[in-house]
C-alpha cells in the first residue's frame, strides 16, 4: 500500500468544466456512460492524463471522438490527451448489487444508493477523484425505480442538473420505491426552497422531527452565519445500510436511517437530540464543505473541525450550553483524548496516510472542532465572524487549505497566528500544570505546558493555550470574572490583583482548551466548586474529579467510597436551582476506560475486573446514601402530558432515570418493570430495560421488548446492543458471540454489526474478559467483516488500540489477535494500515 504525503501535493494536470452521466441501471450490471470537458490546467507541472477508477469495467471511452487508446490498471487509466481543452467519454459496468463495501454505487434493501467520500466516486466510473478538480454535473437515470434523484434541481424525467461546481466526492444518487415527507422552507431573501425526506413508506410516520430539525438548522445559519441555502430544493433520503452517519452531498444528502428516522416511541431523547446534531452538521456543509471545499484530504479537518463546531453551537443554542458542553467533553475524552495518546495519535491535520477513510477520526473532527472553538476564544465573537465572513467571500467556490482559513483571521485581526497553528501539525494532547503563590494581595497562577511524544513526533513546540480563569472566594462568591490566560511559553505565569484573601480557582472554565489539566485539587476543594463556581461546566468538572479520585483510591487503596463524595451529591440532589440535565450528568460517573487511562497515566496497570467491581460498589453506596430522597426524585420528574423530545422533558428524564437506575439496586427492579410496562416512549422503556439488565432481573422484559419490536431494526439494533453492553464482568464475548447466531444478525449491515460489536468494544471488563474470548472474538469477526466492509472493520479495530495499557498477559493476547488480523489472506489496506499502526 502506498502512502501519501501533504508535502508531495501537486496540482491537477486538467481541470473539468462539465461532467455528463448517463446511468442505466442493473443490479448487477450498471452502465455509467460519461461525458467530461477537460481543460489543460495552467498551474499544472506536468500534462499526464489520469483518472482514477476501481473495479470497474471499461466497455470504451474516447477522447475528442476517437478511441482514446487508454491503459487500465486495478487502480485507474492513463490515455495520450491534448495539451488542449478536449472531451473525455467513456461507458463502463458496474455492479450495485455485489458491491458490499458500501463506497460507491450499492444497493440496500432493493434501493439503489451512493457514497462517494472520500474516493468512492472512482468506482462508479473514470475521473480525475480528487477534491480540488470541480465540474457543473448533469445526471440522466434510466430505469423503472419509482423514485430517481440526484444532486441539484429536477429536470424531470430522471433527469438532474446542478449549476454548482463540485468535486465527485459530493456526487449523488438514488433511486427506489421511496416515498416523501414534503415541506418547504423560505430563505433570508424570501426563495422558496422545496423539502423532502425520501423513506421507505413504512418509515413515513418516522421522519417530521428530522423535518422541523432540518428548518430550524436553516434559519439558524442565516441568523448566525448570514449563510443562505442556494438551491430550489433540498432533498434528505434514508438508507439502512451505511458506513457513516450521513453524508453532505450537494443538495442530496444521503443519511443512515439510524441519524434521520424519529419517533417518540422508537426512539430515545439522546437519539432525537444526535438526529438534530447530524441534520444540522450535514446542511451546514452546504457552505463549510461545499461551496467552499478542501483543498486534498489532508485538509478535511478544515469543513469537518469547523462543522463539528457548527453544530455543537447550533445544539447548544436550541439546548442548554452547558449540558452540550459537558456531553461534548465527555465524548472528547472518551474517544479523541484515547486517540490522542494511543498509537494512532495523528495532528489534526495529519501528514501522511495510506487509506484516508482511516482519518475521519475523533482527532480530526472533535480536537478540529475545538481548535475553532480555541481561535474564538482568542480573538473574540466579533472578529471570529468577521474572519468566517471573508472566508466565505474570498473563498467561495475554491477548494482551500487550512492556511487559507487562517489568513482570514489573520487579516481581520492583525496578529500571527504562526504558534497557533501547532494545533493543526503537533499531535497529542497538552499535559497543563499550574501552581499558585498568593502574596500582598495579588494571587499567581503559574501554567507549565508540556506534550508527550506521539508517532512520529519526539518533540514538541509550546503551544498557545487559551485557559479561561475565574476566582471566587470562601463564600463562593465570584471575586475575579473568567479571564483568558494566553499560555505561550513553556512555563507562563499570571497575575491577580487587589484580592482581599487567597482565592479557590477554577481553571479552564467551559473546557476552554483541549488539555489535561494536572492541578493539586484536594476533595474538600473539589467538593466547594461542585458547590459553588459560576462556571456551570467547571461545577461539574469539580464532581467528575472527585468522582475520578474516589474511584482510583477504592481501586489501588481498596478505599471505601469517599463520604465526602456521597455528601456532595445528595447535595446536588437536592438543589432545586439546579437543571435535571445538569444533574443527571453530575451522577454519571467516569467510565471504566477513563478510569483504566486514569489509572495508568498515574503508572498504575488498569484491571478491568476491579474497575467493573469498584464501580458496582460506588453505584450501590449512592443509592443507599441517597435512599430516601431517590423515590421523590423518581415521582418529581414523571413528565405528563404528549411526549416531546424538547431539551427540558428530556433533561427530566434524565434524572429521573437516573434515579430509576439507582432504585433498581434497592427494590429489586419493582419500580423498573412498572415503568418498563406502562411506557410509552423509547426513552422509558429502554432506561426501565437497562436498568434491569444491570440488576439481571431483566430476562423476561429484554424477550418481551424483542416481540414488540422485532419488526424494526433500529429499536432492535438498540436490543442487540444493550445485552452485550449491560452483561455483567466476563459475560459479554459470549453473549456477544450468541447474538451472532440469532437471526436477526446481520453482518453486511453497519449499525447491526457496530450494535454487538460496539457494544463488546465499550464493555470495558467484558472485553478485556481474562480468558482473552473478547479480543479473540472481535478478531475473528473483523476479519470476516474485513472481507466485505473494510471501512466499518477499520474502524472498529480501534477497539484494541490501548493495549499497551494492560498487563502482560493481556497485552499478549491482543498482539496476538492484531498480528493474526495483519496475517490474514487478503486483507484490505483499511485494515491493514490501522493494526499496522495499533501494533507499532
Ligand atoms: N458524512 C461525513 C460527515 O458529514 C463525511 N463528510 O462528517
Ligand atoms: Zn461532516
Keep these: 500500500p502506498l502512502e501519501i504525503f501533504l508535502s508531495d501535493y501537486t496540482p491537477p494536470a486538467y481541470l473539468v468544466d462539465t461532467v455528463e452521466l448517463v446511468f442505466k441501471l442493473h443490479p448487477t450490471a450498471t452502465r455509467v456512460i460519461s461525458k467530461i470537458a477537460f481543460r489543460p490546467n495552467p498551474e499544472a507541472m506536468d500534462r499526464t492524463f489520469y483518472l482514477h477508477g476501481e473495479q470497474l469495467k471499461l466497455i470504451w471511452a474516447k477522447i475528442d471522438g476517437k478511441d482514446a487508446q487508454a491503459k487500465v490498471t486495478d487502480l485507474g487509466l492513463t490515455a495520450q490527451a491534448p495539451d488542449a481543452p478536449f472531451i473525455f467519454e467513456a461507458e463502463v459496468e458496474i455492479s450495485p448489487q ?26 462508479i466510473t473514470y475521473y480525475p477523484d480528487r477534491p480540488d478538480v ?29 449549476p454548482w461546481p463540485k468535486p465527485a466526492y459530493l456526487f449523488a444518487l438514488v433511486a427506489g420505491d421511496l416515498v416523501n415527507h414534503p415541506d418547504t422552507f423560505t430563505t433570508m431573501s424570501g426563495k422558496e426552497v422545496e423539502l423532502n425526506i425520501w423513506v421507505r413508506k413504512g ?33 434528505i433520503v434514508a438508507v439502512d445500510d451505511f458506513n457513516m452517519g450521513a453524508m453532505e452531498n450537494k443538495g442530496l444528502n444521503i443519511f443512515n436511517s439510524s441519524a434521520v428516522l424519529a419517533s417518540p416511541e422508537t426512539s430515545t431523547d439522546a437519539n432525537f437530540e444526535r438526529i438534530e446534531a447530524i441534520i444540522a452538521h450535514e446542511y451546514f456543509h452546504n457552505w463549510t464543505g461545499n461551496r467552499i471545499t478542501c483543498r486534498d484530504w489532508f485538509q478535511l479537518c478544515l469543513k469537518e473541525g469547523l462543522t463539528v463546531y457548527r453544530d455543537s453551537q447550533f445544539t447548544a443554542d436550541e439546548r442548554s450550553p452547558a449540558v452540550k458542553r459537558i456531553e461534548d467533553v465527555i465524548a472528547l475524552r472518551a474517544r479523541q483524548f484515547r486517540e490522542d495518546n494511543g498509537p494512532l495519535a495523528h495532528p489534526v491535520r495529519p501528514e501522511s496516510f495510506v487509506e484516508i477513510n482511516n482519518f475521519y477520526t475523533a482527532t480530526v473532527y472533535e480536537k478540529g472542532a475545538e481548535v475553532i472553538g480555541m481561535l474564538k476564544t482568542l480573538i473574540g465573537d466579533e472578529d471570529y465572524y468577521k474572519g468566517c465572513d471573508l472566508y466565505f467571500t474570498r473563498h467561495d467556490g475554491q477548494a482551500c487549505t487550512i492556511e487559507d482559513w487562517l489568513a482570514c483571521f489573520e487579516e481581520v485581526t492583525g496578529r500571527d497566528l504562526t504558534q497557533f497553528k501547532l494545533w493543526y501539525s503537533q499531535a497529542g494532547t497538552p499535559r497543563v500544570g499550574v501552581k499558585e503563590a498568593w502574596k500582598d494581595g495579588t494571587y499567581t497562577l503559574t501554567f507549565t505546558q508540556h506534550t508527550p511524544p506521539t508517532p512520529g513526533q519526539d518533540t514538541k513546540d509550546p503551544k498557545v493555550i487559551p485557559i479561561a480563569v475565574g476566582l471566587l472566594n470562601d463564600a463562593g462568591e465570584e471575586v475575579h470574572a473568567t479571564r483568558i490566560c494566553e499560555v505561550t511559553d513553556e512555563v507562563h505565569a499570571f497575575r491577580f490583583t487587589g484580592l482581599d484573601a487567597k482565592p479557590v480557582p477554577s481553571i479552564n472554565r467551559g473546557f476552554s482548551a483541549p488539555i489535561i489539566l494536572e492541578q493539586d485539587q484536594d476533595n474538600a476543594t473539589r467538593a466547594f466548586l461542585l458547590a459553588n463556581d459560576t462556571d ?12 475520578r479520585d474516589v474511584m482510583i483510591r477504592m481501586v489501588t487503596e481498596d478505599a471505601t467510597p469517599d463520604q465526602a463524595y456521597l455528601d456532595a451529591l445528595l447535595a446536588v440532589a437536592r438543589d432545586d436551582t439546579l437543571d435535571p440535565a445538569f444533574k443527571a450528568l453530575v451522577f454519571s460517573t467516569p467510565s471504566a476506560d477513563d478510569i483504566a487511562q486514569a489509572l495508568f497515566d498515574g503508572g498504575v496497570t488498569p484491571d478491568p475486573t476491579k474497575i467493573y467491581h469498584v464501580t458496582q460498589t460506588l453505584r ?37 432515570n437516573v434515579a430509576l437506575s439507582l432504585l433498581t439496586r434497592l427494590d429489586g427492579g419493582a419500580q423498573a418493570r412498572a415503568q418498563f410496562e406502562s411506557a410509552d416512549n423509547m426513552t422509558q422503556q429502554l432506561s426501565a430495560l437497562g436498568a434491569l439488565l444491570r440488576a439481571e432481573v431483566g430476562e423476561d422484559a429484554s424477550k418481551a421488548f424483542y416481540e414488540q419490536w422485532k419488526d424494526d431494526r433500529l429499536v ?10 449491560y452483561a455483567k464482568l466476563a459475560a459479554a464475548p459470549a453473549t456477544a458471540k450468541a447474538l451472532t447466531n440469532h437471526p436477526d444478525f446481520d453482518m453486511t449491515n453497519p449499525n447491526r454489526f457496530r450494535a454487538v460489536f460496539g457494544a463488546l468494544a465499550g464493555n470495558t471488563a467484558g472485553f478485556h474478559s481474562p480468558d482473552g474470548s473478547g479480543y479473540a472474538l472481535l478478531a475473528d469477526w473483523l476479519i470476516k467483516l474485513d472481507a466485505k466492509n473494510p471501512q466499518t472493520a477499520a474502524r472498529m479495530s480501534t477497539a484494541f488500540e490501548t493495549w499497551k495499557r494492560y498487563d502482560a498477559d493481556r497485552q499478549g493476547m491482543m498482539r496476538e489477535a492484531l498480528e493474526r488480523m495483519k496475517a490474514a489472506p487478503n486483507l484490505s489496506g483499511d485494515l491493514l494500515e490501522m493494526v499496522t499502526r495499533i501494533l507499532n
Design 536 to 547: 456551570p461546566f467547571n461545577k461539574w468538572e469539580a464532581g467528575r474529579a472527585l468522582a
Design 134 to 162: 470541480m465540474g457543473v454535473f448533469t445526471v440522466t437515470i434510466e430505469g423503472d425505480e419509482k423514485v430517481k434523484l440526484s444532486n441539484g434541481n429536477d429536470l424531470g424525467g430522471g433527469k438532474w442538473h446542478d
Design 716 to 725: 432492535i439494533d438498540k436490543w442487540f446492543s444493550m445485552q452485550v453492553t
Design 203 to 235: 418509515d413515513l410516520n418516522k421522519c417530521a422531527f428530522g423535518m422541523d430539525a432540518l428548518k430550524r438548522s436553516m434559519k439558524w445559519d442565516e441568523e448566525v452565519y448570514g449563510r443562505e441555502y442556494d438551491l430550489d430544493l433540498f432533498n
Design 620 to 656: 450501590q453506596s449512592v443509592a443507599h446514601a441517597m435512599q430516601d430522597t431517590l423515590p421523590r426524585i423518581y415521582a418529581e420528574m414523571q413528565v405528563d402530558g404528549p411526549f416531546s423530545p424538547d431539551a427540558e422533558a428530556a433533561g427530566k428524564r434524565a434524572w429521573g
Design 98 to 123: 455485489t458491491n458490499t463495501a458500501l463506497e460507491g454505487l450499492y444497493m440496500s434493501n432493493g434501493m439503489y444508493c451512493t457514497q462517494c467520500e472520500a474516493e468512492g466516486f472512482r468506482k
